[in-house]
């Protein structure tokens, strides 16, 4: 009698749980699309990228993997209050294989609360201090880099970003390719957070979804903006000895390589649920599971 | 939003009331800290150790779906009755046939005191340890997300997850990892007849000989195998030569590099080169063979190992550990000097590591 007066209990708290969440976060039904960030990467898995290597010379790669992990997402309003949007909802992996013709993967931000917001963070990778935190809260990291972004043998197992690409010369017996896994490795800390002002203000609200148009500068990464402190890096120096100069430059530019550009500020609302269903071929990794 | 706290409550009363622990076991399970250990590194507030939760993480740690093509499950290559090591193996097949690992499989006790895992310190906390055995080609050779798929599929993991977890969709990688440590972070072996000694506990009445074994023990032995985990939980080279048959080894070298793709040789340079934990004596006995390779079955050899003047001898790499190089106008000496008598007192006290009731507690064998 008593556990059937708790499972009754347990039924109400159930339905006042289910109902609350939607009110919450629903347009009409399904989750509510706060805001979408459209990454445009310069470059599409397959092209050709020049790139200059230790002997100052330029060589031709094909870009076969781009990819990288971002959490710790953080909106700041126009009143400077921070909202930090759990790991669990907004961390995502974004993999240039999963991009449409227009080298643009998209990212969907939900629950964040109705505002206006100036500028948006993200960490670039997983922190020490999320990977040593709560394991529950790791619940969707961990998934995201199950398939490619992990070292199971290293403390810390988030590989924060890969790129790769393939030497087209064929005529020298070993042609120099670039490979750069990147993370927290032996004492070599590579998180860094990235920082973006919004060109004009982010208003989130129930009728819409407004969408970020994001630029992602891949070239940047090896030839930064020199003049506000960015360093070149030779190639063919990443992956090789401890962590070197060139490894070192070669992660501080990831924070130059992101460009905010125009917002669409009246974006029809969305729902999380019917994007997932179109784009679920296109981006199987970096969308929602359930 | 007003609402949540009553939710919340109603929501506990309604987890709790449908996990009911007496229809699976006899037994209650928490978390013992014994009065001669040291703090836990187990984070117990991130992962409490319930009895449900412990049997949760057991039935995983006996299922063979953990494995590709569920060909074995943990318990293959961590046997009870051998202080869950590989009963007389040096190295372990995995699900490939023919296929063997590279080192020898570690004992599963105290773990929840451990400050790394794995003979390198490829990890350093228990809950992701698992991650190595279930995705290693040489062993499991299974991914996470096919694991997940697999669990799904029984209604009885789907019931229990969600009981232990309390969420909706509990069969997640963190959870099936969280539930490993439960289990294992429970398995403390405490009582051996050392302990019961230590503690002027019934049973703990030690003979002339390995009193004497002990004293040998901490004068020769404690500077590393120290305090009552019988380690101090270092990373050292300890003499033990490169083994010919597995060229790729380099020991701690390639955790300790911040550099991924490091190739042997370049880690060969590496002060990590071939230093490896430093592992507990808890059950010693049992653990058979030893060192990092397995390549020493009998205690005797390794303590020939480690005494200055009997075979095999220590190889001096440029990290040798300097606790094994003795200096005696200006000549050098490698290793520990004893004496055959020394040895065999400091063997017999070895055995009073073993606990009987940590290889035959039922709570961790495999349910029937």
């Given at each position: 009698m008593k556990t059937l007066k708790s499972y009754i209990l347990g039924a109400i708290a159930a339905a006042l749980l289910i109902s609350c969440t939607k009110n919450n976060e629903s347009i009409e039904e399904?989750?509510?699309?706060s805001a979408v960030i459209k990454f445009y990467h310069s470059?599409?898995?397959?092209d050709e990228i020049t790139l200059t290597d230790s002997n100052n010379e330029s060589q031709t790669l094909t870009l076969n993997k781009f990819k990288f992990i971002i959490s710790d997402v953080m909106l700041r309003t126009t009143d400077n209050e921070q909202v930090h949007l759990p790991n669990n909802i907004a961390a995502n992996l974004i993999d240039l294989?999963?991009?449409?013709e227009t080298n643009k993967v998209r990212v969907y931000l939900t629950e964040v609360p109705f505002g206006s917001y100036k500028s948006i963070s993200f960490g670039l990778g997983v922190s020490q201090e999320v990977a040593n935190g709560s394991t529950e809260d790791q619940t969707r990291l961990m998934e995201l880099a199950?398939?490619?972004?992990?070292?199971?043998?290293?403390?810390?197992?988030?590989?924060?970003s890969k790129i790769e690409a393939t030497n087209t010369?064929?005529?020298?017996t070993t042609p120099k390719n670039l490979i750069a896994h990147v993370g927290n490795k032996g004492g070599f800390s590579s998180y860094v957070t990235i920082d973006l002002e919004f060109l004009e203000t982010l208003i989130i609200k129930q009728e819409i979804s407004p969408s970020i148009h994001t630029t992602v500068d891949i070239d940047k990464l090896f030839?930064?903006?020199?003049?506000?402190g960015g360093a070149k890096v030779p190639?063919?120096?990443?992956?090789?000895?401890?962590?070197n100069d060139a490894f070192n430059n070669f992660v501080t530019n990831y924070k130059e390589i992101f460009e905010i550009g125009h917002i669409h500020p009246n974006e029809p609302a969305i729902n999380l649920e019917d994007v997932e269903e179109n784009h679920h071929t296109e981006e199987t990794t970096t969308g929602h599971s359930h | 939003m007003k609402y949540s706290k009553i939710i919340y409550i109603l929501f506990i009363v309604f987890v709790s009331c449908s996990q009911n622990s007496d229809e699976y076991s006899a037994f209650e399970i928490k978390f013992h800290q014994p009065v001669n250990f040291p703090s836990p590194t187990f984070d117990l507030e991130d992962n409490p150790i319930t009895t449900e939760g412990f049997e949760l993480g057991r039935k995983l740690f006996y299922?063979?779906?953990?494995s590709l093509n569920n060909?074995?499950?943990?318990?293959e290559c961590h046997n009870q009755s051998h202080?869950?090591?590989?009963?007389?193996?040096d190295l372990s097949e995995g699900v490939h046939p023919g296929v063997f690992g590279t080192r020898n499989s570690q004992p599963i006790q105290?773990?929840?005191?451990?400050?790394d895992f794995t003979w390198d310190g490829a990890?350093?906390?228990?809950?992701?340890?698992?991650l190595i055995p279930i995705t290693e080609p040489v062993e499991m050779d299974e991914t996470m997300e096919n694991v997940l798929v697999k669990l799904k599929k029984d209604s009885e993991y789907q019931q229990r997850f969600q009981s232990v977890f309390?969420?909706?969709?509990?069969?997640?990688s963190v959870n099936l990892l969280k539930a490993l440590s439960k289990f294992m972070g429970a398995m403390?072996?405490?009582?051996?007849k050392y302990d019961k000694y230590v503690r002027g506990e019934e049973g703990g009445t030690f003979t002339e000989e390995e009193k004497k074994g002990l004293a040998l023990f901490q004068q020769?032995?404690?500077?590393?195998?120290?305090g009552t985990l019988f380690t101090n939980q270092e990373f050292i080279n300890?003499?033990?030569?490169?083994?010919p048959s597995l060229p790729n080894e380099t020991g701690r070298a390639r955790i300790s590099s911040?550099?991924?793709?490091?190739?042997v040789e370049e880690l060969?340079?590496?002060?990590?080169?071939y230093k490896f934990k430093v592992p507990s004596l808890r059950n010693v006995e049992k653990t058979?063979?030893?060192?990092h390779d397995g390549r020493m079955i009998l205690l005797s050899t390794v303590l020939d190992f480690y005494d200055?003047?009997?075979?095999p001898l220590m190889t001096k790499m440029?990290?040798?550990?300097?606790?094994?190089i003795q200096t005696n106008q200006k000549e050098e000496t490698l290793g520990i000097p004893m004496t055959e008598d020394e040895k065999v007192a400091i063997i017999t006290f070895l055995?009073?590591?073993?606990d009987y009731e940590f290889l035959n507690d039922s709570r961790f064998a495999k349910p029937e």
């Open positions: 399904g989750t509510h699309v470059y599409a898995i397959g294989a999963n991009a449409d199950e398939a490619d972004m992990q070292w199971t043998w290293n403390p810390n197992s988030y590989i924060f010369n064929t005529e020298t030839t930064p903006d020199e003049s506000i190639f063919d120096l990443l992956g090789h000895g401890e962590a | 299922d063979n779906r953990l060909e074995i499950n943990c318990g202080a869950f090591t590989h009963h007389g193996h105290n773990m929840a005191y451990m400050n990890k350093d906390k228990l809950f992701d340890q698992p309390k969420t909706e969709d509990a069969i997640t403390v072996s405490s009582n051996s020769k032995c404690a500077t590393c195998h120290n300890n003499g033990i030569g490169e083994n911040s550099n991924p793709f490091a190739t060969k340079t590496s002060d990590d080169y058979y063979p030893y060192m200055t003047d009997t075979y440029k990290n040798l550990d300097e606790r094994l055995k009073t590591l073993t």
